[in-house]
Nanobody, 116 residues
Framework: QVQLVESGGGLVEAGGSLRLSCAASGRTLSVAWFRQAPGKEREFVATIAWGGGSTIYADSVKGRFTISRDNAKNTVYLQMNSLKPEDTAVYYC????????????WGQGTQVTVSS
């Protein structure tokens, strides 16, 4: 069983930065971030493999977001720079993902709001 706890969300102005954290209990392999904006479906943001050498990003965040992990701390990070109002969403951590397809374990989500 895997439990995921996200943190780091908040309110930021456009152009600003936030770093999200996903702390996991239990073994995780690939970990991904997804997000869901009001009235929209949940969408893939980024994923990282266990070794950290393989990452995939959604086109909408390439060059602005960076996913990384510290396996010693069992924590995955999402550094978000140059934030835009359209990045506003609840961000969810997901474990067991395969590529852009979500795995079975989800965190509770953390709200990110970007003001214009």
């Amino acid at each position: 069983q895997v439990q995921l706890v996200e943190s780091g969300g908040g309110l930021v102005e456009a152009g600003g930065s936030l770093r999200l954290s996903c702390a996991a209990s239990g073994r995780t392999l690939s970990v991904a971030w997804f997000r869901q904006a009001p009235g929209k479906e949940r969408e893939f943001v980024a994923t990282i493999a266990w070794g950290g050498g393989s990452t995939i990003y959604a086109d909408s965040v390439k060059g602005r977001f960076t996913i990384s992990r510290d396996n010693a701390k069992n924590t995955v990070y999402l550094q978000m720079n140059s934030l835009k109002p359209e990045d506003t969403a609840v961000y969810y951590c997901n474990a067991g993902s395969k590529g852009v397809v979500a795995g079975r374990y989800w965190g509770q989500g953390t709200q990110v709001t970007v003001s214009s």
